[in-house]
């Protein structure tokens, strides 16, 4: 039996680059001060259609769906805006007194999509959520949260870009301009985008199939449609962004693969030689209308989501490697009956000290017992033997240095305590 297509086992050696990821990440939500918030992995799967949109990939083709035995539509997560979102209004977060709510999660996510190097089909989202403030300097916050994941793990070779998707009075009159261009040439669109032009224009400026066609390349750009407010919150947005000192490239042709955005919308890339097809390494924006499509009050909202798979690929491809400590404290060794007894009750005891140790299982020979203990890179190992016990004695040998010293059973704990 295999892992399904799309899905990978994390095996030790790998299971330690994810935790040390995994904890920057926290830390530095907790520096940026967004709080964790978990929510379940399966939701109903209209919370999907309405909170990504019915007419985005990810609802029409990448869902996992299933009834489950009560009949009920449910839907394993594709993302975890929705949710948070869902999450939010359902206990009244609006209400809590120190608003902007700042979220971040990190989970698994289901998408259904063509496998490769980038792209599974489960895969695990770092994100955090900012709802309930409408200022540009937020989403300079958001977007240098983003980059600074990045930073602070040693990449170099990034690229941010932003684009700005309007209101919604911005976007109607972008999207009668994109069906003013695109109609005359309807018949060249692949099917989907014959489709996208009836009920979602801006998508086709994403297609993969049309990406040639001659239309796209003076396809009306969102930036000449935004109404005054909507162009003065851009323009406020960079100058915050430029007080910050963050480096970013404005991309007109930017619009993100999900309907809830408007406003400020982000990516960020690798530049890395290497680095393989798919270089978006995280995405966002802002969402000022979902929380009242979700049942909530009227709420502006922004965050952004990455990949720890596409993180750690970007460090692979800039050769950064985790400062990961794989060695072991202490190991155990013991040669004799009596000293084998002991053995597991020394080690019991160092460990409720706190101190990391580990012993013989396999009936090892005393030498390879040593083997053993070189192997897993133990700091220190701990020489029991029957004679020595017999004096109430053990022995600490500095795995590094080879010094040997002889220690009182009773004083082993606070002397360990003391070398570590
Ligand atoms: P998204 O652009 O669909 O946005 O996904 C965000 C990030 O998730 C991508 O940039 C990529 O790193 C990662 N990702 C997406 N699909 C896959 C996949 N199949 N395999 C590996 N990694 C993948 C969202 O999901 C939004 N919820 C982000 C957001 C939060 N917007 C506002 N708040």
Redesign the pocket.
């Known amino acids: 039996m295999k892992a399904p297509r799309g899905t990978q086992d994390l095996l030790p050696g790998v299971t330690e680059k994810w935790q040390y990821v995994e904890e920057k990440l926290k830390d530095l939500s907790r520096r940026f001060h967004y709080q964790e918030i978990r929510t379940p992995i399966f939701e109903h799967t209209e919370l999907f259609q309405r909170g990504v949109g019915d007419t985005t990939d990810?609802v029409q083709k990448e869902m996992y769906t299933f009834l489950d035995k009560g009949d009920r539509s449910i839907t394993l997560r594709p993302?975890?805006?929705a949710s948070v979102v869902r999450s939010f209004v359902e206990h009244k977060l609006f209400g809590a007194p120190n608003q902007p709510t700042k979220l971040f999660y990190i989970g698994p996510?289901f998408?259904y999509?063509r496998p490769q190097q980038?792209?599974?089909?489960q895969?695990v989202?770092y994100?955090?959520?900012a709802l309930g403030s409408a200022d540009p300097a937020i989403d300079a916050e958001v977007i240098s949260l983003a980059m600074s994941v990045y930073q602070t793990l040693g990449l170099r070779s990034l690229k941010l870009v932003i684009n700005s998707l309007g209101d919604q009075e911005s976007r109607a009159s972008h999207r009668q301009a994109l069906i003013d261009h695109f109609t005359p040439v309807k018949e060249e669109l692949c099917g989907d985008c014959q489709n996208r032009l009836e009920h979602n224009p801006l998508r086709i400026l994403d297609c993969k199939k049309d990406r040639d066609h001659p239309k796209m390349q003076d396809a009306p750009s969102i930036l000449e449609y935004l109404n005054e407010d909507s162009a003065a919150y851009f323009e406020k947005v960079k100058a915050y962004l430029d007080e910050m000192g963050i480096n970013y490239q404005v991309d007109p042709k930017l619009v993100?693969?999900?309907d809830y955005?408007n406003h400020t919308a982000f990516?960020i890339m690798s530049d890395a030689d290497g680095f393989g097809a798919i270089t978006?390494?995280?995405?966002?924006?802002r969402?000022n209308g979902l929380v009242q499509d979700l049942g909530g009050p009227e709420t502006p909202g922004?965050?952004?989501?990455?990949?720890i798979?596409?993180l750690l690929m970007a460090l692979e491809a800039e050769n950064v490697s985790l400062p990961i400590d794989q060695q072991l404290d202490c190991y155990v060794v013991a040669l004799g009956e009596t000293a084998n007894l002991k053995a597991a009750a020394i080690t019991n005891d160092l460990r409720q000290a706190g101190i990391q140790v580990d012993k013989d299982y396999q009936g090892k020979k005393f030498k390879a017992q040593f083997k053993a203990a070189d192997r897993l890179q133990a700091k220190f190992v701990i020489v029991l033997g029957d004679d020595e016990l017999a004096h109430n004695q053990i022995a600490v040998k500095n795995m590094e240095t080879g010094e040997q010293e002889a220690i009182a059973i009773d004083q082993l704990i606070t002397h360990m305590q003391g070398i570590l």
Not at 280 to 285: A, P, R
Not at 302 to 307: D, T
Request: proline share 0%; charged share 30%.
């Open positions: 990810i993302e975890g805006t996510m998408r999509e980038g792209r599974m089909r895969f989202q994100g955090v959520e993100r693969g999900l955005y990516e978006t390494l995280s995405g966002g924006g969402y922004i965050g952004f989501a990455l990949s798979e596409r």
